[in-house]
């Protein structure tokens, strides 16, 4: 093999998993982006608490006691893997137009970005290897670790 092509094939492996990488971490922005927009972009949408009355079927229900001046609205739901049980009251903000809540707070914010997460953590995998650049790679996956267990911890 020339030098030649050797470097070809080096600048190709490198193209490439610096391509799945970005691809990976803008699928992980994207994925997260549908939730994360309402938790961080949370003014002028509709706070409150509300109180899990039952969980069936992946959703918990109950009703939400806003903070300002809006009535209560019963048949509120949230994710129930963002929901402890029932009984539990959880500060939340609506979806604009529907009964579907996120939960907000630290706990909220950290699960809304969970997707992205896990796209850092594969993506650590990809720059160690593909890109042979290990400490970026033990960056992006202490980083994406600490995120993980945050997220664990707070839900719990």
Same mark, same amino acid.
């Given at each position: 093999?020339t030098?030649?092509?050797?470097?070809?094939?080096v600048?190709?492996?490198r193209?490439?998993s610096g391509?799945v990488?970005?691809l990976?971490?803008?699928a992980?922005?994207?994925?997260?982006?549908g939730?994360?927009?309402?938790v961080?972009?949370?003014?002028?949408?509709?706070?409150g608490?509300?109180?899990?009355?039952?969980?069936?079927?992946? #959703?918990?229900a /109950?009703?939400?006691? @806003?903070?300002?001046?809006?009535?209560?609205? +019963?048949?509120? *739901?949230? &994710?129930?893997?963002?929901?402890?049980?029932?009984?539990?009251?959880?500060?939340?903000?609506?979806?604009?137009?529907?009964?579907?809540?996120?939960?907000t707070?630290?706990?909220?914010?950290?699960?809304?970005?969970?997707p992205?997460?896990?796209?850092?953590?594969?993506?650590?995998?990809? #720059?160690?290897? /593909?890109?042979?650049? @290990?400490?970026?790679?033990?960056?992006?996956? +202490?980083?994406? *670790?600490? &995120?993980?267990?945050?997220?664990?911890?707070?839900?719990?």
């Open positions: 093999m030098k030649r092509s050797r470097t070809f094939l600048f190709a492996r193209a490439a391509l990488v970005a990976l971490v803008v992980g922005f994207w994925s997260s982006w939730t994360a927009q309402h961080v972009l949370a003014r002028g949408r509709e706070h608490r509300l109180t899990v009355t039952g969980c069936a079927q992946g #959703v918990c /109950g009703s939400f006691s @806003p903070v300002g001046d809006a009535g209560p609205h +019963a048949g509120v *739901t949230i &994710a129930e893997s963002v929901a402890a049980g029932p009984g539990d009251h959880l500060p939340v903000v609506l979806k604009p137009g529907t009964d579907d809540a996120v939960r707070g630290v706990a909220g914010f950290l699960y809304a970005w969970l992205l997460s896990g796209a850092l953590l594969l993506a650590s995998l990809l #720059v160690a290897g /593909g890109l042979r650049m @290990p400490r970026l790679a033990w960056t992006l996956a +202490a980083t994406a *670790t600490a &995120a993980l267990t945050a997220t664990f911890l707070t839900l719990r």
